[in-house]
Every structure is written in C-alpha cells, then in structure tokens.
C-alpha cells in the first residue's frame, strides 16, 4: 500500500507562482509512474503532468512550458512547479501513483485547492 500526501496549495493571483508537493509512504523508484491531475466541478479529472520511473515527463498542452514536474527520490517526493498561473488552472489538483507493485488500481492523494484570482 501507498500513501500520497499532497500540500502547497493556496491561493495566488494571475502571473504568480506556486508549488505543490506530493509525498508518497514508499519509494519512488518502485513505483511506475507519478502524476499530477486536476479537476473542477462537474468536470472530469484531468492529467497535468507525468513522470515516468525512468524520468520521461508528459504535460498537458494547456501547461506546457508553465508547469513543470520533478521528484527527489531522497525524500520520495514529487512536485509540481507552476508559474504564470492563470485563472484558469484553478483546480482541485490530485496526486497520481500508478504502477504499484500489489496494486491494481490507482492511488490518489486527498487533493490540494489551487486558486487564480485574476
């Protein structure tokens, strides 16, 4: 079993920056990939970005080059950097662990709000 932990939410106006952390119970490097999601009301979750165990990065179009995902393996923590942050990325943004050994489904964070005021 793994635990994801996500903080660093918060509230920012557009153009600032925040960053979101997301610690997880066991090591990264068992596990397949880590990601960030996000969702608002009545819409379905979306992927923000991904990290595979191997490093390669995947981020949606509407974050590239604004977001950025790293991990610190010391610390099995994964995090999310947003800069230039416009209203539209307010979200409820969920930490992703997918790929854990014994597990068949998905592991999710409890969510951290991230608002844009413009």
């Known amino acids: 079993q793994v635990q994801l932990v996500e903080s660093g939410g918060g509230s920012v106006q557009a153009g600032g920056s925040l960053r979101l952390s997301c610690a997880a119970s066991r090591s990264l490097l068992i596990i397949g990939a880590m990601g960030w999601y996000r969702q608002i009301p009545e819409k379905q979750r979306e992927l923000v970005a991904l990290?595979?165990?191997?490093?390669?990065?995947t981020y949606a179009d509407s974050v590239k080059g604004r977001f950025t995902i790293s991990r610190d393996n010391a610390k099995n923590t994964v995090y999310l950097q947003m800069n230039s942050l416009k209203p539209e990325d307010t979200a409820l943004y969920y930490c992703n662990a997918r790929g854990v050994p014994g597990m068949t489904s998905d592991i999710w964070g409890q969510g951290t709000q991230v608002t844009v005021s413009s």
């Open positions: 990290m595979s165990r191997s490093g390669a990065t």
